[in-house]
């Protein structure tokens, strides 16, 4: 399984249920990452997207209340979650937030693609920093690029115990 995640230098990932930053290249790697695939998320991500469900992917909320999510398979424990993922090739999986499912699901994961902002976000949500973790290492990074205003590093961390 996968996760695919934003993060500014202090790893934040979000603020009032938002993204901290649009960005054009870092929103094309996730679409090319995640199109055709499975995408899990929490109830506040799925309501953060303007057009609903994610096109051209497998949409799973996690979402406690049971609340039907529009074009999106919904569970509403964590159980459950895991037995809707064994339909699935654990490679085809991506977890994509927000910050509760990310530590939910963090241990299962055995990928973390990792696009690195910097730029202080001023973040409500922090994501866990791999770099402090000793059962994650960094495997790939890309050249620093320029993504509109900002400079960001695409990052792949695995998770050496699995």
Known sequence: ?????????????????????????????????TTGKVVVMGANTFASFKNGALPNRINIVLDASGTYH??????????????????????????IGGASVYRLMLNGCDTA????????????????????MTEWKLTEQSEPVADGEYIIT???????SK
Not at 154 to 160: D, G, L, P, S, V
């Open 1 to 33: 399984m996968n996760l695919i995640v934003v993060v500014d230098e202090k790893w934040g990932i979000g603020k009032k249920n938002d993204l901290l930053f649009r960005l054009k290249k870092d929103m094309k790697f996730f679409r090319e990452t």
């Open 70 to 95: 529009d074009g999106a398979v919904t569970v509403s424990t964590v159980e459950a979650l895991n037995r809707e993922l064994t339909k699935y090739d654990t490679d085809d999986v991506f977890i």
């Open 113 to 132: 693609y990792i696009t690195k902002v910097q730029a202080d976000g001023q973040a409500e949500l922090f994501f866990p920093n791999l770099d402090e």
């Open 154 to 160: 695409f990052c792949k961390y695995e998770h050496i």
